[in-house]
């Protein structure tokens, strides 16, 4: 038994060190990343992260629910605007957000395992679909909200016609950075960048270059 199983026999009352939380998601993340869920275990993800395997269970019962717990964690690895604070804006304000944050979000997506990240997600959809509703909810969405919000103030004030069908659009924003992403020969954060204001621009979530 390690010292923190100790620690934790003893205060069983007291908070959580979030030093701890922290080392035990970023290594359920790396081993979900570098195996997938089939090659991720608690005594696998107990041992990265330096701590006992009961550790792990007093947080979390189950793999899938550290795993879930890891990919919602990360969602901050991605900066993006948030849409609460840019409700009241006009669509130049938005559209100058989501370009000045472009360029980190190029950074985090061609970093070394974000494609590996997608892969499994991907890939564990069918078989443990509630990976794919964590990623959904906590990176998707809140990137969803503010391209609606964007597109829908073009709308607003003429910026795109009446009528534009504003799902549509995001969808094909986020497929295709997926796409481009996931097939072979992957982009470098320069050509990433490139690639997603030309997309933005064309989808009217920034003005065209």
Same mark, same amino acid.
């Given at each position: 038994?390690?010292?923190?199983?100790?620690?934790?026999?003893?205060?069983?009352?007291?908070?959580?060190?979030?030093?701890?939380?922290?080392?035990?998601?970023?290594?359920?993340?790396?081993?979900?990343?570098?195996?997938?869920?089939?090659?991720? =275990?608690?005594?696998?993800?107990?041992?990265?992260?330096?701590?006992?395997?009961?550790?792990?269970?007093?947080?979390?019962?189950?793999?899938?629910?550290?795993?879930?717990?890891?990919?919602?964690?990360?969602?901050?690895?991605?900066?993006?605007?948030?849409?609460?604070?840019?409700? /009241?804006?006009? +669509?130049?304000? %938005? =559209?100058?957000?989501?370009?000045?944050?472009?360029?980190? %979000?190029?950074?985090?997506?061609?970093?070394?395992?974000?494609?590996?990240?997608?892969?499994? %997600?991907?890939?564990?959809?069918?078989?443990?679909?509630?990976?794919?509703?964590?990623?959904?909810?906590?990176?998707?969405?809140?990137?969803?909200?503010?391209?609606?919000?964007?597109?829908?103030?073009?709308?607003?004030?003429?910026?795109?016609?009446?009528?534009?069908?504003?799902?549509?659009? %995001?969808?094909?924003?986020?497929?295709?950075?997926?796409?481009?992403?996931?097939?072979?020969?992957?982009? /470098?954060?320069?050509?990433?960048?490139? +690639?997603?204001?030309?997309?933005?621009?064309?989808?009217?979530?920034?003005?065209?270059?």
């Amino acid at each position: 038994m390690t010292a923190t199983d100790t620690e934790t026999q003893r205060g069983r009352g007291r908070p959580r060190d979030p030093r701890t939380d922290r080392a035990i998601l970023a290594a359920a993340l790396e081993l979900f990343v570098e195996h997938g869920h089939a090659g991720t =275990s608690i005594e696998q993800v107990a041992r990265r992260a330096g701590v006992g395997k009961l550790t792990v269970y007093r947080r979390w019962q189950s793999k899938d629910e550290l795993i879930a717990a890891a990919l919602a964690a990360a969602r901050e690895e991605i900066v993006s605007p948030d849409p609460d604070e840019l409700a /009241d804006r006009s +669509y130049a304000e %938005i =559209s100058r957000a989501i370009d000045d944050a472009l360029p980190g %979000i190029a950074r985090t997506l061609t970093a070394p395992g974000y494609r590996g990240l997608l892969a499994q %997600i991907f890939g564990s959809s069918v078989t443990h679909p509630r990976l794919m509703a964590t990623f959904w909810h906590d990176h998707i969405l809140p990137r969803r909200r503010t391209m609606y919000l964007a597109l829908s103030r073009a709308v607003e004030e003429g910026a795109l016609p009446a009528g534009s069908d504003i799902d549509a659009l %995001i969808d094909m924003t986020i497929g295709s950075v997926v796409y481009r992403l996931l097939r072979p020969g992957p982009p /470098d954060a320069v050509e990433l960048l490139a +690639y997603l204001r030309s997309v933005c621009g064309q989808a009217g979530l920034i003005p065209p270059r």
